[in-house]
């Protein structure tokens, strides 16, 4: 009988750590996808799109471009301060493209801090690799994990434009 009871407890907290590592699964996938979203310009003339919208189509732009990971209030926030559109500024101000090759994420008291590895290729075909930091913190909404607030605390444009100018 004891064994069955020690086999029954086994079992349950062996399912109950999968259901947990997958439920951790989701929401860092949620904030890795976002930041390599983020992170990944392709199309050095992407700003230049964005720069025609008027102030009052700014937010439904980003909601379009990212209300499947990121909530409404960091879409606003988002839009307020515009930081969002940092690596399409870049990308146009340097004529280059972003590619995230990496994201990192580390557990902190109520966010993640993460750092993503960023490539940077030049009109001439120089590439640099750039490592870049901030934090995020996710929340569950409409049964999915999305960004809740983003707050990268090194500037690509900054980075970038070193690199630009030390080539």
């Known amino acids: 009988m004891t064994k069955k009871i020690v086999s029954i ?3 349950l907290c062996t399912a109950a750590a999968i259901v ?4 951790n699964h989701n929401r860092t996938a949620a904030m890795k996808n976002f930041l390599t979203d983020y992170y990944s310009v392709s199309d050095s003339n992407a700003y230049q799109e964005f720069a025609k ?6 937010p439904s732009y980003l909601h379009d471009r990212y209300s499947d990971r990121m909530t409404e209030s ?3 926030t988002a839009a307020a301060d515009r930081r969002i559109l940092a690596p399409e500024q870049t990308a146009d101000e340097y004529s280059c493209t972003l590619v995230c090759n990496d994201v990192s994420l580390g557990r902190k008291s109520g966010y993640y801090s993460y750092t993503a590895s960023v490539s940077v290729t030049f009109a001439d075909g120089h590439t640099e690799t750039l490592s870049l930091g901030g934090q995020i913190a996710e929340v569950k909404d409409g049964g999915a994990w999305k960004v809740d607030s983003f707050r990268p605390t090194e500037s690509i444009v900054t980075a970038v434009s070193d690199l630009a100018n030390s080539n």
């Open 53 to 58: 919208l008027s102030a009052e189509d700014i």
């Open 74 to 76: 960091a879409i606003e």
């Open 9 to 11: 407890l086994l079992i």
């Open 20 to 23: 947990m590592l997958v439920i």
